[in-house]
C-alpha cells in the first residue's frame, strides 16, 4: 500500500496522461486540433496560432496558443493531456528568448511575430515535424 | 441515516471525464473502517455504530488496550458514532470499506478547517477597510458598535475579530467522481474542509440522493 500523498494523487494522474511528451516549444506555431461536440455530432475545429505560454506539469499541464482573428488578439488555454485534444500539428518553428510571449500583447502587426528557427548546421528551415500521434 | 465512514484528505488534483472536461477532485483515503461497537435504543436510547480508523501504535492506555482486546481489534486512532436507523446489518469487528460508496453518489462530507488564529474582522467576516492615507486614521477596526443611551449595549452576535478556522464545518451534496476499492480511495469534486491530513467523515448525502 502507498503511504506518500504525493505518490497516490500521481498514481491517479498517472491515469489521465497521455504517452506523448510535447512536441512543441514556446514560439512555435501549432495547429490544435480540437474536438467540438454539437448535439450528437461531433467535428473537429483547428486553432492556429502562437504557443506564449506553457504552465504546470502532470495532468495539469496546459498551453496558451495566441492568434489574431479579425484583427482582434484571441488567446485560448489547452489542458495539454485533454482528451478534447485530437492532435496538435507543429506548422512553424519559432526562434524566441523567453519562456513567456506575453510581450506579444502589445505588439502590433509585423512586430507581433516570432522568427523562424533556423538550423544554422544545414543552414536551411528547419523541416516541419509532423504532430502528435493519437492518445 | 446509514454508515458512512471517516477518511484522510490526500489532496486535490484534476481529472478528465468522459466527455474530455476538467473536474477538480479532492482525493481522499477511506476506511478500511472497523466497527468497534454497536449501540441501541434499547440498552442506550439512541441507534448509532462506532467505527474506528487508522492504526494507533503509540500510547495506547490500559483502558483503551482493554477495550480492543475485548473486540479482538487493533487500537484505532480515530473513532466516530455514525447514527443510523434500525439494523446497521453490521458485526463489531467488521470492516466497513468505500464499497458503500459508488460513482455518482452525493455525499456530505465533514471536518476541521484549517485554523487561521485570531483574525480582524476584515479577514473574518469580509468588512471593508477604511481609506489607509489622506489622513483617515481609520484603517482596519471592526466599526461603531453599542450606539447611544439606548441599547447602550453590544447585541450578541455581532460579528467583532476572534478565532477564525478550526470549527467543524460540513459541505454538502459533493459528488463521488471515482472509487477506487484496491487502495481505498475516494475522488471527490470540489474542495473539502481542511488542511492535508485531516480527518473528515463522509456521509450520503441528507438532502438530495445521486
Known amino acids: 500500500m502507498i503511504t506518500n500523498k504525493s505518490e497516490i494523487l500521481d498514481k491517479i494522474e498517472s491515469d489521465f496522461l497521455k504517452d506523448e511528451t510535447l512536441n512543441f516549444n514556446i514560439g512555435d506555431t501549432v495547429k490544435v486540433h480540437f474536438k467540438i461536440k454539437e448535439g450528437k455530432r461531433e467535428r473537429i475545429q483547428v486553432f492556429e496560432g502562437i504557443v506564449i505560454s506553457i504552465k504546470r506539469s502532470g495532468v495539469r499541464k496546459t498551453f496558451m496558443v495566441r492568434k489574431i482573428s479579425a484583427s482582434i488578439g484571441v488567446e485560448r488555454i489547452f489542458p495539454f493531456h485533454s482528451p478534447k485534444i485530437d492532435k496538435i500539428e507543429v506548422s512553424k518553428r519559432g526562434r524566441v528568448r523567453r519562456a513567456k510571449l506575453y510581450y506579444l500583447r502589445q505588439r502590433i502587426g509585423k512586430a507581433a511575430q516570432v522568427k523562424r528557427l533556423v538550423d544554422h548546421d544545414r543552414g536551411k528551415k528547419v523541416q516541419k515535424t509532423q504532430g502528435t500521434s493519437k492518445k | ?210
Open chain 2, 1 to 210: 441515516m446509514s454508515v458512512g465512514l471517516i477518511a484522510r484528505k490526500i489532496g486535490m488534483t484534476q481529472v478528465f471525464d468522459e466527455v474530455g472536461n476538467v473536474i477538480p477532485v479532492t482525493v481522499v483515503e477511506a476506511g478500511p473502517c472497523y466497527v468497534l461497537a454497536e449501540k441501541t435504543i434499547k440498552k442506550d436510547g439512541y441507534e448509532s455504530i462506532l467505527l474506528g480508523f487508522m492504526d494507533k501504535f503509540k500510547r495506547v492506555r490500559r483502558p483503551e488496550k482493554g477495550f480492543y482486546d475485548k473486540i479482538k481489534t487493533f487500537p484505532k486512532k480515530v473513532t466516530e458514532e455514525f447514527r443510523i436507523e434500525g439494523e446497521s446489518g453490521y458485526k463489531v469487528g467488521e470492516q466497513v470499506k468505500v464499497d458503500i460508496f459508488a460513482k455518482g453518489d452525493l455525499v456530505d462530507v465533514r471536518g476541521k478547517t484549517k485554523g487561521c488564529g485570531f483574525q480582524g474582522a476584515i479577514k473574518r467576516h469580509g468588512f471593508h477597510r477604511g481609506p489607509m492615507s489622506h489622513g483617515s486614521r481609520y484603517h482596519r477596526r471592526p466599526g461603531s458598535m453599542g450606539a447611544c443611551a439606548d441599547p447602550s449595549k453590544v447585541f450578541k452576535g455581532k460579528k467583532l475579530p476572534g478565532q477564525m478556522g478550526m470549527t467543524n464545518r460540513t459541505i454538502q451534496n459533493l459528488k463521488v467522481i471515482d472509487v477506487r476499492a484496491e487502495d481505498n480511495l475516494i475522488l471527490i469534486q470540489g474542495a473539502i474542509p481542511g488542511p492535508n491530513d485531516n480527518i473528515i467523515q463522509i456521509n450520503k448525502a441528507i438532502k438530495k440522493k445521486g
